[in-house]
């Protein structure tokens, strides 16, 4: 069982940064795959970035070069760090947990934090 706490959220103009951070409980975390998706309202949850339990990172294209997946497997975190967000990244961001190797369908995943809402104003 793991358990996922997100963190980091919050209100940001376009051309900020954030950083969420994604806590996960259990002593195999350095075995899971991670994942980060968002969901807008009235949007289906779409896949962000995924890291592989030995480091390896993929990013969907609209993210790529403004968003970096990282963990701390000492730490069972998880994170992402976001810049030069824009609005159309606003929507609350999930993390989540999968054996094997990292995925973008999100029904691969069996584990989900909470969720934590990132707003970007223009």
């Known amino acids: 069982q793991v358990q996922l706490v997100e963190s980091g959220g919050g209100l940001v103009q376009a051309g900020g940064s954030l950083r969420l951070s994604c806590a996960a409980s259990?002593?195999?975390?350095?075995?899971?795959?991670m994942g980060w998706f968002r969901q807008a309202p009235e949007k289906e949850r779409e896949f962000v970035a995924a890291?592989?339990?030995?480091?390896?990172?993929y990013y969907t294209d609209s993210v790529k070069g403004r968003f970096t997946i990282s963990r701390d497997n000492a730490k069972n975190t998880v994170y992402l760090q976001m810049n030069n967000l824009k609005p159309e990244d606003t929507a609350a961001y999930y993390c989540?947990?999968?054996?094997?190797?990292?995925?973008?369908?999100?029904?691969?995943?069996?584990?989900w934090g909470q969720g934590t809402q990132v707003t970007v104003s223009s």
């Open positions: 989540a947990a999968r054996l094997g190797g990292g995925n973008i369908q999100y029904s691969t995943y069996d584990y």
């Open positions: 890291i592989w339990s030995g480091g390896s990172t």
């Open positions: 259990g002593r195999t975390f350095s075995s899971y795959a």
